[in-house]
């Protein structure tokens, strides 16, 4: 069986890097005991697979993550069974049944939309977000590799002068970053609360 | 002093900027928060090194597990803090915290230090100096927090003692709470009473040392001469504190959220070791042995597994293999545990080939490698050190291990054992080289050794603790040879940097005078001293220059039988004449057998008959006490040396 579970992941667990996430849901799967599906070999590991890494220090209330069971069970019950084991930080939204076929998580992600709230109000916040989208090409530098970050922003929006909405891509090799997006706008990230509210697949 | 919200908020700005995060933030399954003001007695639990390791010290989980379970107590924890962190904390004026609740430390009534090793005694005036609590215990106040301290090196604790009110010798679990007792009566008593007299009833705790409440004083040569108690009722010589049967073990563990080093639930199955090495300040400080059951073992890995999902237990002891029920547990432990792709880890394992069907019956990965801890290469060595294990049952381990699937084999060796040349020290890469060898005769190319080679320091309350540590001239011409040995395909050499070796070796040993180098140490920016990167060796020496004392007099100088040591007062219970007969006996390359086959009276049943009496049976290992006169013996000790 395989199934498809949203979380939120908040509070402490928002320093939990993505690796760190992994071997956090593999520990409170084991302590729901659920049926889970192992990988073969001499190191054995579980079958989960974690959709798109959220940047330490974001929360989010839409990540996803896969996990592999060796028998059928309802729905309700794994909900259940997990519910009273999650860790403080970790929450669950939603659970679905995936179907066997249907392609690994990463390779269905298209983008995410964050909400991001600033520390300071900017009041010229809608004339920077206007400059920025009037732009053909942002090009930035990441890691030492030169990028453009304009085809990576879907939508951007400003509500107040705190509070940013991004649309950003998230493809293999062309994943839009909130805070680069912020230091584009030159606001520090620092001072910015960001915020994770959807990751849309393909087909959705 | 900032309030926990104010921390709070400034933690909000700061964390984002440094490395690792989590380790500040508290927050993680099994943490115990209770509300603040509705709790009577409130108790920091510190490990003065980072997170990382922090979280790994299961004396400490012990402690934070037995304290929280009082409704009138609660205690949180605290780790110091990186040097990215350390910077942030000092620029925005943020104290030292609890991860639970952001309370700064001095806000706590006691705050307890892990001392393990003494490494930690800079990062440990570091820890105070950023919780603003005067670092030395005479400036404190009624307001300050209590501040105690145990671990293995607080056998030796006098290179610390102006710093810490009171030690605790031995094992803290019955201790942690008498010492809760005594505060809270005291603080209902006088509110804002005077420090001394709390620090007066708290050394009437069986295994507590005020090192207040003493004095010492030096012969003219610079050695020790004497200790002269300052009150009346305050214990002389102060006697270890152990617990007669181990306590139910801890199972509900605080999961990191991230990595940590042994990032494993460890369950303890024995404390003790009847073995005897000689070099050994584990072995003889953990006195007597006792065991718990096959059975509370399964049911501690059951309730672990059930309250954290860790996916490794580690079952602890000094010496896996002389466990008495092992074959048995390890069995149960398949027979439970087989079909959740749990992993079991036994470590130090005997070098014999059950101790491989051991492991195998524990199916435990191939990966890391089999650990085998021969310490010495010649015969010579090994009845010096009283570690008798032949070469040849070595190799036929070696080949055995190699043969089931391992390619690893990680070998522990010490250099610097007492009389050790250069030829001991050849033995060692011989020894290597001779496992490697089986290994390829039985898999060929993909066979490996890793040697793990380090320096030997003498410890306090050991048999060696007369004898000289090598000179750092000495430790590296030994590390050169072995350096220039092991190479090639296969070989792996793992050593320590010998300015370290020092460090430890001048601590270990230590008198009250070398406080004043610790702290003039760490006015000079030592900490984190256990770091390679961080280690300040030049800082070390200043401070011994500065305070006119010379390192070569605590490490490498051959101390007379008849001196007496500046630790003496500590009792491990184990006998002077004990030792310097054993001592002797290594002169002479004479082997003590295991005391389960014979007991050697070191000096544990005397004093602690009645304990034996009221628990018989197989949960220790030294033989039953039947006569009743010896009972009286603890008292007549006391009585005599005071």
Redesign the interface.
């Known amino acids: 069986m395989r199934i498809k579970i949203a979380f939120s992941k908040t509070?402490?667990?928002r320093?939990?890097?993505h690796?760190?996430?992994q071997?956090?849901w593999?520990?409170?799967?084991?302590?729901a005991q659920l049926p889970?599906a192992?990988s073969q070999g001499?190191?054995?590991h579980?079958k989960i697979n974690l959709g798109a890494a959220l940047p330490?220090?974001f929360t989010s209330d839409a990540e996803i993550i896969e996990v592999w069971l060796e028998e059928q069970a309802p729905l309700r019950e794994i909900e259940s069974a997990l519910t009273p084991?999650l860790?403080?930080?970790l929450k669950v939204q939603d659970i679905q049944e995936t179907e066997r076929r249907v392609p690994k998580l990463q390779n269905l992600i298209q983008s995410t939309k964050y909400q991001v709230k600033l520390a300071e109000s900017t009041p010229d916040l809608a004339e920077r977000v206007a400059d920025l989208l009037s732009k053909t090409s942002i090009i930035r530098q990441r890691r030492g590799k030169e990028y453009d970050l304009r085809p990576l922003i879907l939508a951007l929006e400003n509500e107040e002068e705190r509070h940013l909405q991004m649309h950003l891509r998230a493809q293999p090799g062309a994943t839009g970053r909130p805070d680069e997006v912020l230091l584009a706008l030159d606001i520090d990230?620092?001072?910015a609360h960001i915020h994770r509210s959807e990751i849309i697949l393909e087909g959705e | 002093m900032l309030t926990s919200n104010e921390i709070q908020a400034r933690l909000e700005r700061v964390l984002p900027t440094v490395q690792k995060p989590g380790r500040y933030t508290g927050g993680e399954l099994n943490q115990v928060v209770k509300d603040w003001d509705a709790v009577r007695t409130k108790v920091a639990l510190v490990f003065p090194d980072i997170y990382d390791l922090g979280m790994s010290n299961l004396g400490l989980a012990i402690l934070y597990d037995l304290l929280n379970q009082r409704q009138d107590v609660l205690a949180e924890r605290a780790y110091a803090p990186w040097t990215d962190m350390e910077a942030a904390m000092r620029q925005n004026e943020i104290p030292l915290y609890s991860l639970e609740t952001k309370h700064p430390l001095a806000d706590f009534d006691i705050v307890g230090i892990s001392l393990p090793y003494e490494t930690l005694y800079t990062s440990t005036l570091n820890v105070l100096d950023l919780s603003r609590i005067p670092l030395f215990s005479a400036a404190r106040g009624p307001q300050h927090p209590l501040i105690i301290a145990g671990g293995h090196s607080t056998f030796n604790p006098e290179p610390m003692h102006p710093f810490i009110d009171a030690f605790v010798i031995g094992e803290g679990e019955g201790a942690i709470g008498e010492i809760v007792d005594t505060v809270q009566t005291f603080k209902q008593r006088a509110k804002n009473g005077e420090r001394g007299a709390l620090l007066r009833e708290l050394a009437k705790i069986w295994g507590v040392y005020v090192p207040s409440l003493y004095e010492v004083e030096y012969h003219e040569d610079g050695t020790f001469a004497s200790v002269t108690k300052l009150f009346e009722e305050a214990p002389l010589p102060i006697d270890k504190r152990i617990e007669a049967t181990l306590p139910p073990a801890t199972t509900r563990f605080v999961v990191p959220y991230i990595d940590t080093v042994h990032n494993r639930a460890p369950i303890e199955i024995m404390r003790g070791c009847t073995r005897g090495c000689r070099f050994c300040h584990a072995g003889m400080i953990t006195r007597p042995v006792r065991e718990r059951s096959v059975d509370e073992v399964i049911t501690a890995i059951e309730e672990t597994i059930h309250y954290t999902g860790f996916e490794e237990i580690g079952l602890l002891s000094l010496s896996s293999s002389d466990y008495t029920h092992v074959v048995e547990l390890v069995e149960k432990v398949h027979e439970r545990f087989g079909d959740e792709h749990l992993s079991v880890s036994l470590p130090s394992l005997r070098i014999e080939s059950v101790s491989v069907d051991l492991m195998d019956a524990l199916k435990s990965g191939r990966k890391g490698g089999f650990t085998l801890a021969p310490e010495a290469a010649t015969e010579k060595m090994r009845q010096i050190i009283n570690k008798p294990v032949s070469t040849e049952q070595l190799l036929e381990t070696a080949r055995e291990i190699y043969t089931r699937g391992w390619t690893t084999i990680k070998l522990y060796f010490m250099i610097g054992h007492p009389s050790e040349t250069l030829e001991d020290v050849q033995a060692i890469a011989d020894l290597c080289k001779a496992v490697l060898q089986e290994g390829r005769k039985a898999i060929g190319g993909r066979a490996k050794v890793n040697a793990g080679v380090s320096t030997f320091v003498p410890k306090p309350h050991t048999p060696f603790q007369w004898v000289p540590c090598d000179s750092i001239e000495q430790i590296k011409a030994k590390q050169d040879l072995l350096k220039e040995q092991l190479r090639g395909r296969g070989l792996k050499l793992n050593w320590n940097d010998p300015h370290e070796t020092q460090l430890e070796a001048w601590l270990s040993r230590g008198d009250r005078r070398l406080a004043e180098v610790v702290y003039q140490a760490w006015k000079r920016g030592a900490k984190f001293d256990a770091w390679g990167e961080h280690f300040n060796y030049p800082a070390w020496m200043e401070a011994f220059e500065d305070v006119g004392l010379d390192p070569a007099f605590y490490t490498h100088r051959q101390r007379p039988l008849d001196e007496v040591s500046p630790w003496e007062h500590l009792s491990t219970t184990i006998r002077k004449k004990f030792l310097t007969q054993d001592y002797l006996w290594s002169l002479e390359g004479r082997i003590r057998i295991d005391c389960r086959e014979q007991c050697f009276a070191c000096g544990i049943l005397p004093t602690f008959a009645g304990l034996r009496r009221q628990n018989p049976g197989d949960v220790w290992q030294c033989p039953e006490v039947k006569n009743k006169r010896v009972q009286v013996i603890r008292e007549n000790q006391v009585a005599v040396r005071t």
């Open positions: 509070e402490a667990m320093y939990t890097s690796l760190d996430l071997r956090t593999e520990r409170t799967l084991r302590r889970l192992y001499f190191n054995p579980p330490l220090g084991v860790p403080p930080g990230p620092l001072s």
